[in-house]
Structure formats: C-alpha cells, structure tokens
C-alpha cells in the first residue's frame, strides 16, 4: 500500500512570509498527525484530526499555526507569517482505527527553512 | 507534564559492538512505550513496542527492549550491531489517558563504523 505523502519536501521563505504544507494519509486511515521537529529534538505534536475532526490541538500556536482536513482525507497545514523558529521538519503521520493506539505511520516530512 | 529522556545524543560504536540506548519518561500513571528509527534519507518506522505484558519486548532487525516500571525505563538494546543499523532511535510515550499524543524523546544518533 502506499505510504504517507508529502509536499513539497523542502521549502525556504523569508520571515514574515507564508507557507503551506500538504499531507495525504494513507488510504483508509482516519486519524491524521502533523509534527514539527526542531533540529536536535524528538517530533513535537501540533495537532492531531479523527477524520476530519480536531482531536488535540493544545500544541499548535494558534496565533500563526493553522490546519484543516477537508473531508476527512488530505489535509494542509498553514504559517502565517512565518518566524525564524519555525524552521524545522514538519511530520505528517496516519493511523487507522478509532482505539487509543494503533500504529502511527510518518511521511518523509516537509523541511522548511525560515530565513 | 510528561517528558521522555534520552540518555545519549550521539553513539558512535564498531560493528559487533553491543548497543544499549536508555530512555527513561516521567508520568505517573500507566503508559505505552514506543521506539521508533529513522535510517538516513528514510520516514521515522516502528522498532517495537510495549502495551502490557512481558516486559522484555522483541521488535525488528534483532532489537529488544526492556520496560522496567520502577525506574520508568525502557531501555533498547541489540547485542551485535551491523554498519546498516546507522540512524537516529527515538523512544516515545503515550500515556493511556490521552488518545494516541506520542511525546518523543530528542533522540539519539547512532554511528556504526565498519
């Protein structure tokens, strides 16, 4: 089957600037994670959706950080304006089920420099 | 607030050496553990992981993890490591009051020189 997609893979922008990152899960799977990972830190999770409903979003800096899962399927994940702290990879991940757990599944990420 | 602690961020060994990763987390209450690898140029994937049960856990390529509940650890260990098991390993934790919020470690990278 395939695996967790991503776009683009890499993105540089300047400060201030916007950027959006595309994720589509695997087929099937209802649960949709976006991470971001600092350089030299484990993924950090910003939001998480149960088809294409917000699930946790504690994480996410609200202020600039936005994401959406329309129709349960692809979703996006937005920055606006862009800091140079937000220069990092950011992590798509799927699951299936509706449990506690089942096994999350990463895209290759999204790498984004801030300038 | 949970955290997960990674002992080491960077190991540099020969290949046969043994291999031992510490992680230990901080939360009270009952948790699921979790190690994860990323090989160069690769996604992050599953290595193993505990739910309950023994607590010495086998997961891919030879690697085994043990969870020891009164030091909050879950150490990984592989007893002869290979040029090919180059990658960054990432302990993670879900606690079970939360539905599947993974808090990782920071990682450690791992060299393994022929």
């Known amino acids: 089957e395939a695996g967790v997609a991503q776009s683009p893979r890499y993105k540089i922008i300047e400060k201030r600037q916007s950027v959006a990152f595309w994720c589509n899960p695997i087929?099937?799977?209802?649960?949709l994670y976006w991470y971001q990972q600092i350089l030299g830190q484990g993924p950090k999770l910003l939001i998480q959706?149960?088809?294409?409903?917000?699930?946790?979003d504690s994480q996410l800096p609200k202020d600039r950080f936005s994401a959406e899962r329309l129709k349960g399927v692809d979703s996006t994940l937005k920055i606006q304006p862009a800091k140079l702290e937000d220069s990092a990879v950011y992590l798509c991940?799927?699951?299936?089920?509706?449990?506690?757990?089942?096994?999350?599944?990463f895209g290759p990420g999204t790498r984004l420099t801030v300038l | 607030a949970q955290s997960v602690s990674q002992h080491n961020h960077h190991v540099i060994l020969s290949e046969a050496a043994s291999l031992e990763l510490g992680c230990n987390y901080s939360?009270?209450?009952?948790?699921?553990l979790f190690w994860y690898v990323q090989y160069p140029g690769q996604h992050l994937q599953l290595l193993l992981k505990?739910?309950?049960?023994?607590?010495l856990v086998k997961g891919i390529k030879g690697f085994e993890a043990e969870f020891i509940k009164s030091k909050f650890s879950f150490n990984l260990r592989k007893p002869s490591v290979q040029w090919s098991d180059t990658a960054e390993y990432f302990c993670?934790?879900?606690?079970?009051?939360?539905?599947?919020?993974?808090?990782f470690g920071a990682g450690t990278q791992v060299v393994v020189t022929p």
């Open positions: 991940a799927s699951s299936s089920g509706t449990t506690r757990y089942n096994e999350q599944f």
């Open positions: 087929s099937g799977h209802a649960t």
């Open positions: 959706f149960q088809n294409n409903g917000v699930v946790d």
């Open positions: 939360y009270g209450g009952t948790v699921n």
């Open positions: 505990y739910f309950s049960g023994d607590p």
């Open positions: 993670a934790v879900i606690s079970t009051d939360s539905w599947g919020k993974l808090q």
